[in-house]
């Protein structure tokens, strides 16, 4: 999967030898220039390379450096790495630049990396859902290549302010084609620069443009079964991610679980029931509310997402696939209890809505 | 071999201004004549894209710290001289005083800023400590971290929008970067767990260097001299550099922060303002990587350039001629370097800043294309 690409200019002295060590054992090797970014030198190479922000403020690029020298472009102190991370040797390769020879530990990807473009776009949709969410379509001037689970950057034209949202739709059916439109679950943040604008008036007709796809979040075996936890607009992806699984596998199942706070926020169902109609056998849904008062007429769980988790799922945890998308804490906190739980580390999959603005 | 002396030239006029100060009387204006002597003969350059010979670097690094050592010596020296009541008529304190906030300025502050970038562990220690040449050792991570990551955004800011003047800007920038620099200060002792007066914290260290720099100041030239040399500081590099970031990325858009692109950033590339500003002005590189010494920075040969740096600074003081100055440069940046959603981006912030014609094409007065391109030989 490694195409090696030598950059023309560069002459061997130039370029360092990168050795990837997987915890499975694997290892793959590639070169890059000295004095390039780890994360974009590889990416710009076809290495998929886990990252999703590529500016340093997600940690999914997060890279243990075994040996060789880095210098990061800022104090890591100020990245999402925590202390003991950085103290054990851990980098963020998106911010790394490659001072010689290096031997890091990181999960690779083994997909093919699609290339990310900016296109143009129009609102073909924008309809408010119960619970402060919009579902907002865009009807995309040039189609654009993704894979489930992946997430675009848009921005009105004409203005600076750019935000991240996860695609809910899968990829289209016949495989490879390009999307020509594309939709986003837009929650509003109270004070929010892009979403209280979104929420403002009907945005329907207006010009945008979008940056895509980025992510590597939907990677797995496809007949695996798979548990998705998401929390709020988290949902988007495992839209995505279950709906292009039921069709890529026969067998699989998916059990997802859903936080919410109050039985009022509904936004999700339209979608959910699609998925459920579309494999009623494989599919189930579990809704937990953290904010439901006391003494409604809900009859489900009520807690925190992560009380939704354990043995009553009846779920194989040491076999399954995990998805997991919502706020950071929701993500780490359900990490947490799934390693507890018995699922393997490597088959968890996460996606954090951190704030993907600038404050 | 003669690009390596090229950058003894600020060390040159520093030591000239400290003989015109030790002589006294109307020689104190010397420093400031020699700068401004060089500065307006440099306007009459053509502009220089050649690169630095790469032969024995060690050498610019040495004259960097030298001059950083130096400017030290001067302000030492400064506040020495007024402590002991050198300077006794009312021109020679003046033509001091000013002398000082513009050398200190554009030879002082470019050493600092090189340094704080730098790897090595010396260099980049002396560019920190040398902060207390601009009398404000917290610059560094507003400048490193915010400035390099959001420029050409509202969110960046030592980021001037069009429209806004130069005093407006100062007004605005000072109190962003002190808001940045407390939240990224904070964020670094609470990752480590440390309270938020712990010594090993950087900015205890750098309130402390800061103290035993004024204390030197004081011990050198009392409470005059410590005002005067403090005052130089803060009215000559501290805020001269707020002016040079204001012309640096004046107006210009960005619709990828976080990811740089060469026309994000203008440039000044007249020979002389290159060797005197270190490289900084020739902008482009240093973006593209900051960690690159300023001998390796490559003049971009199809970069946006603005007029002769001292006209341009000069300019900006005066916000309805700096205008006329930038707003056909705009235009043109926008016409064709912009990327199709900058352009849009452009039209918006041109109707904000009430510069309509901007978005009208003229192709009769408007600026032909391929002004900022080098000839090809
Ligand atoms: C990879 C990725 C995918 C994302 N996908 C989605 C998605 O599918 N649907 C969706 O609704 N959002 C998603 N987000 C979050 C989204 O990008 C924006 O950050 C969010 O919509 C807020 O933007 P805003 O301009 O309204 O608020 P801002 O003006 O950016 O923020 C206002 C205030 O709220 C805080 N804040 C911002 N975002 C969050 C957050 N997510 N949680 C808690 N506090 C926050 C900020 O720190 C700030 O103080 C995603 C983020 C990332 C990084
Ligand atoms: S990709 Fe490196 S921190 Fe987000």
Redesign the pocket.
């Given at each position: 999967m490694l195409k090696q690409k030598a950059p023309s200019a560069a002459t061997r002295a130039d370029l360092c030898r990168i050795t990837v060590r997987g915890k499975d054992g694997s290892e793959d090797v590639f070169d890059i220039r000295r004095n390039d970014l780890l994360l974009k030198a590889a990416i710009d190479q076809g290495i998929e390379y886990p990252h999703?922000?590529r500016v340093g403020v997600?940690g999914t690029c997060k890279t243990r450096l075994i040996s060789g020298r880095v210098s990061p472009m800022v104090d890591l102190a100020l990245s999402p790495l925590k202390n003991a991370e950085i103290e054990a040797g851990f980098v963020l390769a998106c911010q790394a630049k490659v001072r010689g020879d290096l031997v890091v530990e990181v999960k690779l990807g083994h997909h093919t990396m699609l290339p990310v473009t900016t296109v143009s776009a129009r609102v073909s949709r924008w309809r408010k859902l119960p619970g402060e969410?919009i579902d907002l379509r865009l009807a995309l001037d040039t189609p654009v290549h993704f894979h489930a689970g992946q997430?675009a950057t848009i921005a009105e034209s004409g203005s600076f302010?750019r935000?991240?949202?996860?695609f809910?739709d899968a990829p289209p059916m016949d495989n490879g084609a390009p999307a020509s439109e594309v939709g986003?679950?837009?929650?509003?943040?109270p004070?929010?620069?892009?979403?209280?604008w979104l929420f403002a008036e009907d945005r329907s007709g207006t010009k945008f443009w979008m940056e895509a796809p980025?992510?590597v979040m939907g990677v797995d075996e496809y007949d695996r079964d798979g548990l998705c936890v998401a929390g709020?607009?988290?949902i988007?992806?495992i839209l995505s991610i279950v709906a292009d699984r039921l069709r890529r596998s026969t067998t699989a199942k998916f059990t997802i679980v859903l936080g919410v706070r109050s039985a009022t926020d509904t936004f999700a169902e339209p979608y959910l029931r699609a998925l459920v109609d579309q494999a009623p056998d494989r599919v189930r849904v579990v809704t937990i509310l953290s904010h439901e008062p006391e003494g409604s007429t809900w009859a489900g769980p009520r807690g925190l997402v992560t009380e939704a988790l354990g043995p009553e799922l009846g779920l194989d945890f040491a076999q399954v696939s995990a998805f997991i998308c919502g706020?950071?804490g929701m993500v780490e906190a359900v990490e947490r209890k799934l390693i507890g739980l018995g699922v393997a580390e490597e088959r968890i999959h996460a996606?954090?809505?951190?704030?993907?603005?600038t404050? | 071999m003669t690009d390596y002396f090229k950058y003894l030239l600020s060390p040159a006029i520093l030591s000239l201004h400290a003989w015109g100060m030790w002589m006294g009387g109307n020689y104190t204006w010397i420093g400031l004549a020699a700068l401004v002597g060089v500065l307006c003969f440099d306007a009459f350059l053509p502009r220089d894209y050649s690169m630095r010979d790469q032969r024995y670097v060690r050498i610019y690094d040495v004259i960097c710290a030298m001059t950083v050592l130096a400017s030290f010596g001067n302000i030492f020296f400064y506040a020495w001289l007024v402590g002991s009541g050198h300077f006794e008529t009312t021109a020679s304190s003046i033509g001091a005083f000013v002398s000082m906030v513009f050398i200190g300025f554009v030879i002082g502050a470019p050493p600092v800023h090189e340094l704080f970038h730098r790897e090595e562990f010396v260099l980049r220690w002396l560019g920190r400590t040398g902060q207390c040449l601009i009398y404000d050792p917290w610059r560094e991570i507003t400048h490193v971290v915010t400035h390099h990551m959001r420029v050409a955004t509202p969110d960046d800011p030592d980021y001037a929008r069009r429209g806004d003047t130069v005093y407006g800007h100062i007004l605005r920038t000072f109190p962003g970067q002190w808001k940045e620099a407390y939240h990224l200060e904070k964020m670094m002792w609470t990752k480590r767990g440390r309270k938020w007066f712990d010594p090993r914290n950087a900015w205890v260290y750098k309130a402390a260097t800061l103290v035993i720099f004024t204390g030197i100041l004081y011990a050198l030239g009392g409470l005059l001299g410590t005002v005067l040399a403090i005052l130089s500081l803060l009215l000559g590099p501290r805020m001269m550099l707020e002016v040079f970031n204001y012309v640096n990325h004046y107006g210009l858009i960005s619709a990828t922060p976080g990811r740089f692109e060469k026309h994000h950033t203008w440039n000044h590339i007249s020979p002389l303002t290159r060797i005197l500003a270190l490289e900084i002005t020739n902008h482009a590189g240093h973006h593209e990587d900051s960690y690159k010494p300023f001998y390796k920075l490559e003049p971009d040969t199809n970069g946006p350039v603005q007029p002769q740096f001292l006209l341009v600074v000069l300019l900006a003081f005066v916000p309805p001629l700096f205008f006329m100055m930038i707003k056909p440069l705009l235009k043109h940046w926008d016409q064709h370097y912009a990327s199709p959603q900058e352009r849009e981006i452009a039209r918006r912030e041109n109707e904000r800043a009430g510069w309509h014609e901007l978005n009208q094409p003229d192709p009769v007065n408007d600026l032909p294309p391929g002004i900022w391109r080098v000839a090809e030989a």
């Open positions: 999703n922000c997600c969410v997430y302010t935000r991240s949202y996860s809910y986003f679950l837009v929650k509003r943040l004070g929010g620069r892009f979403s209280e980025f992510g709020g607009t988290g988007a992806p706020n950071l996606d954090k809505f951190i704030p993907s603005g404050p | -």
